[in-house]
T-cell receptor, first 112, second 108 residues
Framework: DVKVTQSSRYLVKRTGEKVFLECVQD?????MFWYRQDPGLGLRLIYF???????EKGDIPEGYSVSREKKERFSLILESASTNQTSMYLC???????????FGSGTRLTVV | KNEVEQSPQNLTAQEGEFITINCSYS?????LHWLQQHPGGGIVSLFM???GKKKHGRLIATINIQEKHSSLHITASHPRDSAVYIC??????????FGTGTSLTVIP
């Protein structure tokens, strides 16, 4: 069964900490995405990647960075976590030209 | 203004009812996606449409490219259909835009 795996379902971090959210997919997809989801705002794209070592800013990249050293792994980094980064974070992957996304189960991050 | 608007935002239905969720968009698109998100947070891709109509079980998705509108229908709704349904469009530049979702509750 193909899937996208996010390393944590729930995380609690302190303000100012560096936070790593990991995402791994086993479908050999070229494209990987990080979204955050907030009530009333829907899914918003943070960063995406079309290939290894390639990254593009999405709609809300401020305060985040990403790393894609291997095709199957796409990491989201919060350099210095802040309370306004408390959110649900969703990773997704997609084959170029493919039918749709495959999403991970999400990481609910709380920054205190 | 959002590029993708969904209606209604919230919907409560009795088991067995026919349900329609609407999606309107303002950009030129190459494809439209319907996604389902269950309370645990996981998202499943239901349909990808670029024209016409698709059916999978009790779910039917239609799209009218000229009117920039899509509908998701659920026939004979069931409590397990309770979820948030999200419309997303991919424009010709490969950018994705998401609606804010429709929260559906089906009561037994």
């Amino acid at each position: 069964d193909v899937k996208v795996t996010q390393s944590s379902r729930y995380l609690v971090k302190r303000t100012g900490e560096k936070v790593f959210l990991e995402c791994v997919q086993d479908m050999d997809h070229e494209n990987m995405f990080w979204y955050r989801q907030d009530p009333g705002l829907g899914l918003r794209l943070i960063y995406f990647s079309y290939d290894v070592k390639m990254k593009e800013k999405g709609d809300i990249p401020e305060g985040y960075s990403v790393s894609r050293e291997k095709k199957e792994r796409f990491s989201l980094i919060l350099e210095s976590a802040s309370t306004n980064q408390t959110s649900m974070y969703l990773c997704a992957s997609r084959q170029t030209g493919g039918d749709g996304y495959t999403f991970g189960s999400g990481t609910r991050l709380t920054v205190v | 203004k959002n590029e993708v608007e969904q209606s209604p935002q919230n919907l409560t239905a009795q088991e067995g009812e026919f349900i329609t969720i609407n999606c309107s968009y303002s950009v030129g698109i190459s494809a439209l996606h319907w996604l389902q998100q269950h309370p645990g947070g996981g998202i499943v891709s239901l349909f990808m449409l670029s024209s016409g109509k698709k059916k999978h079980g009790r779910l039917i998705a239609t799209i009218n490219i000229q009117e920039k509108h899509s509908s998701l229908h659920i026939t004979a709704s069931h409590p397990r259909d309770s979820a948030v349904y999200i419309c997303a469009v991919r424009n010709t530049g490969n950018q994705f835009y998401f609606g804010t979702g429709t929260s559906l509750t089906v009561i037994p």
